[in-house]
């Protein structure tokens, strides 16, 4: 089986990482940078690294940024049709930056999570002061968060931006503790508690947040994902999503091989995808020669009466 992976330049160093480790699971693996990658557009699209059709492998792991998550969702969306198995459908690979329509899929479903504003201009700001009170998170269309504390400066932070640009707004959260939990298929396969008071430590999820865990991550429809979650005094809010794990800090802080768990996982499903792909087919050459042979028993019955 062949396994593509596709990452950040900047991110260069932890995609080499997850490319050595998935050598043990696939037979050919290849690490590509989102900027080495051609779209070629004709009567179809296919996607090419230097002069190597994409299409051809079997799996392809994305590992998106904000920076280019437009590009890595067309990317994935083309391989998809390539039937390429991707574990992230392209449909949600852009709901971590899109802070609006990740509230309202999740909420729709019951799950908690922070409270967001989205807005495209200063002039709209003025319609929502009303509504939130100082200081407030902004997001800004590069993704940098960034803290304000007055009216008049969100007005004057909102007109470095061009209008049409979405710029979220989140109330902060008086936090005791944040929780991240990495979820692949049905199991929560590591998780990390982070406070001022014991900085960070590996724990083991309570059953009501593990099962939220896995929930969410069936809504997004994605084989995994990374999740935080915000802990008050008085109840516990998801505060974001991430398909590109920071590896490094949840094999640090619990001492497991993540990288190889999904890796794994990732593996057994897309071999039997490609088991499920092979039945199908056999069954499907199964029925033609039933067919053939009932078509011959019946021409050789004629000749015998004629």
């Known amino acids: 089986m062949k396994l593509l992976i596709i990452g950040d330049p900047k991110e260069e160093g932890i995609g080499k990482v997850v490319s050595k480790e998935a050598r043990k699971f696939f037979t050919k693996v290849l690490y590509v940078p989102i900027n080495r990658i051609r779209l070629e557009v004709s009567d179809d699209i296919r996607v090419f690294y230097?002069?190597?059709?994409?299409?051809?492998?079997?799996?392809?792991?994305?590992?998106?940024?904000?920076?280019?998550?437009?590009?890595?969702?067309?990317?994935?969306?083309?391989?998809?049709?390539?039937?390429?198995?991707?574990?992230?459908?392209?449909?949600?690979?852009?709901?971590?930056?899109?802070?609006?329509?990740?509230?309202?899929?999740?909420?729709?479903?019951?799950?908690?999570?922070?409270?967001?504003?989205?807005?495209?201009?200063?002039?709209?700001?003025?319609?929502?002061?009303?509504?939130?009170?100082?200081?407030?998170?902004?997001?800004?269309?590069?993704?940098?968060?960034?803290?304000?504390?007055?009216?008049?400066?969100?007005?004057?932070v909102l007109n470095l931006f061009k209008a049409g640009n979405m710029i979220t707004i989140e109330k902060p959260i008086k936090a005791t503790s944040v929780?991240?939990?990495?979820?692949?298929?049905?199991?929560?396969?590591?998780?990390?508690?982070?406070?001022?008071?014991?900085?960070?430590?590996?724990?083991?999820?309570?059953?009501?947040?593990?099962?939220?865990?896995?929930?969410?991550?069936?809504?997004?429809?994605?084989?995994?994902?990374?999740?935080?979650?915000?802990?008050?005094?008085?109840?516990?809010v998801l505060s974001n999503v991430s398909f590109s794990p920071d590896y490094k800090v949840f094999n640090e802080v619990t001492g497991i091989n993540t990288i190889s768990l999904l890796l794994s996982y990732l593996a057994e499903k897309l071999y039997e995808e490609k088991k499920g792909m092979l039945n199908k087919f056999v069954d499907s050459v199964k029925g033609i020669l039933g067919w053939l042979l009932n078509e011959v028993s019946n021409l050789r019955s004629v000749k015998q009466r004629v």
């Open 50 to 156: 230097e002069n190597e059709d994409l299409g051809s492998y079997d799996g392809v792991l994305p590992m998106p940024t904000m920076e280019n998550a437009e590009f890595f969702y067309l990317v994935t969306r083309m391989l998809e049709k390539n039937v390429v198995y991707t574990p992230i459908p392209s449909d949600v690979i852009l709901l971590p930056w899109n802070k609006p329509l990740l509230s309202y899929t999740l909420r729709k479903n019951g799950i908690k999570i922070r409270k967001v504003f989205a807005i495209a201009q200063n002039v709209a700001a003025s319609t929502i002061m009303n509504e939130i009170k100082f200081p407030v998170f902004i997001t800004t269309p590069s993704g940098r968060r960034v803290l304000v504390t007055k009216e008049e400066v969100l007005k004057d």
């Open 179 to 236: 929780v991240w939990s990495f979820v692949v298929g049905d199991e929560v396969i590591a998780s990390y508690e982070k406070s001022e008071e014991k900085g960070r430590r590996a724990i083991r999820l309570d059953k009501e947040l593990e099962e939220i865990s896995i929930k969410i991550r069936e809504i997004l429809k994605s084989d995994f994902c990374v999740l935080s979650f915000v802990k008050t005094k008085n109840e516990t």
